[in-house]
């Protein structure tokens, strides 16, 4: 014979499970939570680039851009922008304008900005 399951025993039962799937429901809800978060930032950081590339693309240039190729902004005393294929180092002549940064195209059309020396 089965022992007596009685009334107490199922309410502790159903209060244990309600406890579980309460924990386990909260946990992954928080998981999709901290995606959701991480999803938005990835947004913001593909808008932002997509802007700077769309602005990049704007910049004065007296030469065409080609994928692979590293273009050097510079910043004239007016505030205007243009790009350059000189680097800084390669200025026989202290230049007047100020090196803002420098950029490869990739193959998308995309801007990665290069890290200063």
Known sequence: MAPAFGL????AEIEKAD?????????KLELIAKQMRALR????????????DADLHRVKCNFE?????VYHLYRRANGELYFSLMAPDEWTTRPAQ???ASYRMEADRSFTPLERK
């Open 98 to 100: 100020e090196h803002v």
């Open 8 to 11: 107490v025993d199922a309410a």
């Open 65 to 69: 851009k080609q994928p692979g190729g």
């Open 41 to 52: 930032e990835e947004a913001e950081r593909v808008l932002t680039a997509a802007k700077r």
């Open 19 to 27: 406890q579980i799937i309460a924990t386990m429901t909260t946990g």
